[in-house]
């Protein structure tokens, strides 16, 4: 979902095999473009993000919309538009020394 | 989500059917480390915010906000996580008493039945709680996101539906950071974000935030909705205000839930260090 963008709604493409661009986006803003079919697993765009910076796929935490991506989440499923965002981001680790 | 825990099962948390927990001639220091009184606070000296364990994997996209000096640590096997729960439960067994005592008991009987690494489905996808993770929180490993997100579940779960309470992930700080750097001005999504229609709506009259600090330490924002007011609570620093950038980005997001109010920041004192 991008912010700001009330006013430029777009028809929703429904075919399950068109491809859409989804951009994934690190808390630093880097970002890495994928096109992936809207009923393709997302998890599939994950295992490509997680080889293409050279980490494990389970240290890194996907977001929509604030939300966790699941194992069975595709863009069809998720109601993803054109363009939507991805964020990307670390998993966090807290504590003090006992 | 369906609740998952029975009264009868709920251990209490600070066991007041266990005198013996600040008795000095109890030796166990970790268990005295963790039920013990909090020193006395002194708002003069600065806290220190230990250098976190590491894992290997997670140097991935670490943010800025880091400290520096991080040892990597490899993410704890199996049999390591059982052999801690088990001192963990022992201590706990032998220096309570009561239900507490029992429950000890009970888990130490049953722990070593369980999968490694299998999701527990009383908690959501979200917290993706796993049996090894269950096993870092009773051993001495520092606590996940996903540790932080079923504890908040597991309160929500308490509370019941009714709750006016609306506790956000553990990663939604920073993830508001990231949705400002990309919005030109207030914030206004172009479809609602997790719990905001609650929060919009005025059916949350309490908002919990959660926030990993220094990279390393995990504290906690309070927004009254009603009120208009923001608590801010860390262990290692109660006299401390919180990190202005968060605040900021906390303020501009209630500013587009909540326009027609101006969230103060009130003083609150945290009540144990832990």
Known sequence: ?98 | MPGCFDDDDMPELFPDDSPDFHRPDRQDDRLRARFAPPPPYDCDVPPSYPDPPLYEDLRALQGGSSGSGFSTHRTPVWDELLISSRDWLNSLRSNSTGRTATLASQCLDRIGQLPPDELLDCFSSQSALTTTLCLELLGDHWLRDEHILAGLEFVEQRLGPESRTVFMPPWHMLNLSMYRQRAAGPYNPSRPRLREPAIASGHADIVVLPALVHGNHWVIFYVDTRAATIRYADSLSPCGAPDAAMLSDLRWWLAGLLPDRNFNVVEHTSPRKG
């Open chain 1, 1 to 98: 979902m991008s912010d700001n963008e009330n006013d430029n709604v777009q028809p929703k493409n429904e075919d399950p095999a068109a491809p859409i661009n989804i951009k994934v986006v690190t808390s630093q803003g880097e970002e890495v473009f994928f096109k992936i079919k809207r009923n393709t697993k997302l998890s599939k765009l994950q295992g490509a993000y997680a080889s293409k910076v050279g980490k494990d796929v389970g240290s890194i935490r996907f977001l929509y919309d604030g939300n966790r991506l699941h194992e069975d989440d595709t863009p069809a499923t998720l109601d993803m538009e054109e363009g939507d965002t991805i964020d990307v981001m670390v998993e966090q680790v807290g504590g003090t020394v006992l």
